[in-house]
């Protein structure tokens, strides 16, 4: 069957991500109750409706001695809009995560791509393992943005241009870079979604440093702000001990 688009669709471009909780069953009263079945046995479940902020010692507790088990018992699903190089950086996290993405085989492909924005660092100094990102000068941030333009344009111009012709959607894209616009939903637990953020996102409380790609780390503060308003006893405790996840 052939695909002709109804007109040839013109290119947009972001610099940014967006990350939206859609669905989540996540407290800090989560953590209390898988922990205190230890102990309590089946008198744990009171914990369910017991205030959190009473028991915050034990959360600390768990996170210091690094007692990770208490913290999978919880599940957040967030839907997230990015460029294709971010996840595939992100599908390298494979313990307690579960994945489904948009396909190119199965529905024609947006044309929005990812362009750096201006507060973006471009340009990287010194030798593998020891680098540091510095800004892009002027001259710098106007190749970037419009060498990246014109490949885009020329990518989907050349992908349409095959669906036309009746070439298959799984065929065709293969012609798209990888700062294409895809979306996925993405579920976790706490434990899960800390090993996340200690290794994809820099803080001044981590005891390890880390290096993430900045538009991955973007990603992963936006989904660390909706998960501090949902369990914000469990996000103090791993600030506070170093971002480490137990």
């Given at each position: 069957m052939t695909e002709i688009p109804a007109e040839i669709e013109k290119a947009s471009f972001r610099s940014d991500v967006t990350v939206e909780l859609v669905k989540h069953s996540a407290a800090d009263s989560d953590v209390l109750w898988a922990a205190r079945v230890s102990t309590a046995g089946e008198q744990s479940l009171e914990e369910i409706t017991k205030d959190p902020e009473r028991s915050k010692g034990l959360i600390n507790f768990l996170m210091r001695d690094r007692h990770g088990s208490p913290f999978e018992h919880n599940s957040m699903t967030f839907f997230i809009s990015a460029p294709i190089f971010v996840f595939r950086e992100f599908m390298r996290h494979r313990v307690g995560w579960s994945y489904n993405e948009?396909?190119?085989?199965?529905?024609?492909?947006?044309?929005?791509?990812?362009?750096?924005?201006?507060?973006?660092?471009?340009?990287?100094?010194?030798?593998?393992?020891?680098?540091?990102?510095?800004?892009?000068?002027?001259?710098?941030?106007e190749l970037t943005g419009r060498v990246m333009e014109d490949a885009y344009r020329h990518?989907?111009?050349?992908?349409?241009?095959?669906?036309?012709?009746?070439?298959?959607?799984e065929v065709a894209r293969a012609v798209l870079p990888v700062g294409l616009f895809s979306s996925m939903y993405a579920t976790c637990n706490a434990r899960s979604l800390m090993h996340f953020l200690g290794l994809r996102t820099q803080h001044e409380q981590?005891?390890?440093?880390?290096?993430?790609?900045?538009?991955?780390?973007?990603?992963?503060?936006?989904m660390e702000a909706h998960w501090a308003g949902l369990m914000p006893l469990t996000h103090a405790a791993f600030n506070a001990g170093g971002r480490v996840a137990p």
């Open positions: 948009e396909s190119g085989r199965y529905r024609r492909l947006e044309p929005v791509f990812y362009v750096p924005g201006e507060a973006r660092k471009l340009v990287q100094q010194g030798r593998p393992g020891k680098y540091e990102f510095v800004e892009g000068t002027a001259a710098q941030q990518a989907y111009e050349a992908y349409q241009e095959m669906l036309a012709a009746g070439v298959a959607r981590a005891a390890v440093p880390s290096f993430p790609q900045r538009e991955i780390e973007m990603v992963g503060e936006k």
